[in-house]
């Protein structure tokens, strides 16, 4: 009988920790976010991923955002995480009730001919 392999489980915990290893190389890709006028999630037309500019601790809601302003996370175990990886990021999709967005941050020399490697 084979073992699957299995990763640690994603938490708030882990998702604060790489916001903070990787402060200044941190995009976001939003892909759908609550509409107030229509009382649900939609999904949002983007352009990719934006490089991330950290909100002052002092502003408001910051600890919703944990300081990424286009980000919201619910708490409460009520966030659902996925790890992320494409051919440039590396990162950890989020979803809740009020929205989906992708956190990232960019592959080094190194990660990006390993990732050529294994395929």
């Known amino acids: ?3 699957l392999k299995t990763k640690k489980k994603i938490t708030l915990a882990t998702v604060k920790s790489f916001i903070k290893k990787n402060k200044d190389n941190l995009y976001i890709r939003v892909d759908s976010k609550f509409d107030g006028m229509t009382d649900c999630v939609e999904s949002v037309d983007n352009d ?3 490089k991330v500019q950290l909100m002052n601790p002092e502003d408001r809601n910051y600890e919703y955002r944990l300081g990424i302003p ?3 996370f619910v708490r409460d175990s009520r966030d659902y995480f996925d790890p ?3 051919k440039q990021f590396l ?3 989020v979803w809740n009730s009020c929205g989906s967005f992708v956190i990232v941050r960019k592959k080094t020399e190194n990660e990006m001919m390993l990732s050529e490697l294994v395929k």
């Open 91 to 93: 990162g950890i999709s």
């Open 84 to 86: 992320y990886e494409d």
């Open 1 to 3: 009988m084979t073992q």
């Open 70 to 72: 286009s980000a919201w």
């Open 48 to 50: 990719g991923f934006e």
